[in-house]
């Protein structure tokens, strides 16, 4: 098999870059392309009490386990499968148990800090920076949290000026000097997906040629 594709897709909480993946990964077929998202990655805390748990700042790039993900990227784009891990907002920490994920074509990378650290950077052929007006996604940010994750509108709020501002403007904002491709509004911008999506389709057809 020749090496995959390694798309990373990044932006502030609630960007749209999970809309933007997803609309790049629906447009192909299943056998082509997975997706592999950083959240999924955050440090297993089984030794560490629930009350310590609860005050996890998962806005900062030390709260992922990048030597993991690393490993599992470097693995996947060697055409080897991998055990992803599954993390648990709700208890905060990972699950017992892991998904298989086998090599593709096209493995999109989506995460808030996936830009932040060199060498995530250094393994992508393609990096994007989704971008949207903060007071968007802190709307989109809220709603998320209430219905997914059992969180109040305070503890939401509070979150976001103490720990999830700071870190955007710290580490995610201006990792966007390092993307390859800014769009705008994302989530709604179709014109920009559709141009990803053809980008993509056109790769995985010069792969399949040089394949014959």
Same mark, same amino acid.
């Given at each position: 098999?020749?090496?995959?594709? +390694? ?5 502030? %909480? ?32 089984? %030794? ?19 030597? +993991?993900?690393?490993?599992?990227? $470097? ?7 991998? $055990? ?5 907002? #709700? ?6 148990? %892991? ?15 996936? +830009? ?15 971008? %949207? ?64 999506? #053809? ?10 040629? +040089?394949?014959?």
């Amino acid at each position: 098999m020749s090496k995959p594709i +390694l798309i990373g897709i990044t932006g502030g %909480t609630g960007s749209g870059k999970s809309t933007v993946a997803k609309a790049i990964f629906e447009s192909l077929p299943e056998n082509n392309i997975t997706i592999i998202e950083q959240d999924s990655y955050y440090r297993e805390q089984s %030794t560490i009490p629930m009350d310590e748990r609860m005050k996890t700042n998962y806005d900062h790039p030390l709260a992922f386990d990048t030597e +993991l993900l690393l490993i599992h990227l $470097n693995d996947l784009l060697h055409n080897k499968s991998i $055990n992803k891990p599954i993390y648990n907002f #709700s208890i905060h920490n990972r699950e017992k148990t %892991t998904v298989k994920v086998d090599p593709k074509d096209i493995i999109v990378l989506e995460g808030i800090m996936i +830009l932040e650290d060199e060498r995530l950077r250094e393994l992508m052929d393609i990096k994007i920076f989704v971008d %949207t007006d903060s007071d968007v996604r802190i709307i989109r940010r809220i709603s998320r949290d209430i219905s997914e994750r059992g969180r109040t509108l305070e503890s939401v709020i509070d979150q976001y000026l103490n720990t999830v501002r700071p870190a955007h403007l710290q580490f995610i904002e201006p990792s966007k000097r390092y993307a390859d491709i800014i769009i705008p509004e994302g989530g709604y911008n179709k014109v920009a997906i559709d141009i990803m999506v #053809s980008k993509v389709r056109s790769i995985i057809g010069e792969k399949q040629m +040089l394949s014959y």
